[in-house]
């Protein structure tokens, strides 16, 4: 059997790399195929995470016929931030076939270390602030906005080419409904505090208010695993892909005497009205988007973001910050509807953010894993 590997440089002709998964998940039916303009803007040169990164795209073919795709970048602010001489691999699906992933990572393999990199790791798609993970377990749903989704086989693939296990992360279901006793009484508790109050995004102002929101994130994040900071470009173009999806009704902006504190932002799940179009939004996807969105509205949400300054996390008085958040994110959703949500994701090591979505009712339903190996 011939398995050959095709570069096309960012920006390059993506058609094969597109389609591939129309393949590789037929039959599948909780695949939901990532709109195509989405994804040709994120791995463009115009990508504003390319300002400080590099990156190429791979398709593996068989008898000429795509059978697989996966991306090598290599983010400069990550490195520069970790100490941490290490390129990822992302956008890693295939089919059933251990030389079509073999000789997929081993040409990503060569590619970063020609660039001087000595470890490889993912999936990261594109980056640290992307889809990250390959599905390890929980492949009976859907995947939620902004979530991957893979077959059961990619992750055996993945370790077949020679890759181990870095880190586990977790999403979790919640299912709305009344809050749990001990949930109830740390909401009560920071509802009852004269200096706390909330407010939603105002999405009139989305670029200030993500500017905000990043800034509490930038705090609360900033020793975490894999955290790299936004650069404004990017803060920009989250924003405005953010406008076109946000609820204001499903965020929340805590203050303490005036100080922006924390935040939680939950996204209505476009994904149920995404998976129909196969990609395409013209000539008829973008309408039915739309009416998806606007008329028909979302059964379910994801908790995307969430972050605490890290002087209220060490105060006793402000100990059921996130729980509030919770809480206010589930009455939210009860009044618009929703049924249940998704938490995600969490780092299998991150005990205390662990431990308070138990506190509420939540349950891991799905495992994303990433992948290491020395190059």
Not at 144 to 156: E, F, I, S
Not at 225 to 238: D, I, M, N, Q, R
Not at 295 to 314: C, F, S
Request: aromatic share 10%.
């Amino acid at each position: 059997m011939t398995i050959t590997v095709k570069e096309i440089p960012l920006g390059g002709d993506l058609r094969d790399f597109l389609s591939v998964v129309d393949e590789i998940y037929a039959g599948d039916p909780n695949y939901v195929r990532p709109l195509d303009l989405e994804l040709t803007g994120r791995l463009s040169r115009k990508n504003p995470f390319f300002d400080h990164a590099e990156g190429a795209l791979f398709v593996a073919y068989e008898y000429g016929l795509p059978v697989g795709r996966c991306t090598a970048t290599i983010d400069h602010a990550y490195i520069e931030r970790h100490r941490e001489n290490v390129g990822f691999f992302g956008f890693f699906d295939t089919v059933d076939k251990q030389e079509v992933a073999t000789a997929l990572l081993e040409r990503v393999a060569a590619w970063l270390r020609e660039r001087g990199t000595s470890r490889m790791m993912g999936p990261f798609s594109v980056s640290s602030n992307d889809e990250i993970g390959c599905l390890v377990d929980g492949f009976n749903t859907p995947p939620m906005v902004m979530m991957p989704h893979h077959r059961d086989y990619q992750g055996r693939l993945i370790e077949g080419a020679g890759l181990r296990k870095t880190k586990d992360l977790f999403a979790w279901r919640y299912v709305v409904g009344p809050l749990p006793p001990r949930a109830q009484k740390g909401y009560d508790q920071i509802a009852a505090l004269p200096e706390v109050s909330v407010r939603p995004v105002d999405k009139s102002q989305i670029t200030r208010e993500i500017e905000e929101v990043m800034s509490i994130f930038n705090d609360a994040w900033s020793d975490n695993w894999g955290y790299v900071p936004l650069t404004h470009a990017e803060l920009g173009k989250l924003a405005e892909d953010l406008k076109l999806i946000v609820e204001p009704r499903l965020t929340v902006i805590v203050s303490v005497d005036g100080e922006p504190a924390a935040f939680a932002i939950a996204l209505p799940n476009i994904n149920e009205h995404v998976k129909g179009l196969s990609g395409q939004l013209f000539p008829t996807g973008a309408a039915k988007l739309l009416y998806g969105m606007k008329v028909k509205g979302t059964r379910t949400a994801r908790l995307a973001l969430l972050g605490v300054r890290k002087k209220y996390r060490t105060m006793k008085r402000y100990g059921g910050m996130s729980t509030y958040m919770y809480a206010e994110l589930a009455k939210a959703g009860q009044r618009l509807g929703i049924d249940w949500g998704e938490l995600s994701w969490t780092l299998e090591d991150n005990t205390p953010v662990n431990l308070g979505i138990k506190l509420m009712g939540g349950k891991i339903y799905k495992t994303y894993r990433i992948f290491d190996k020395e190059l």
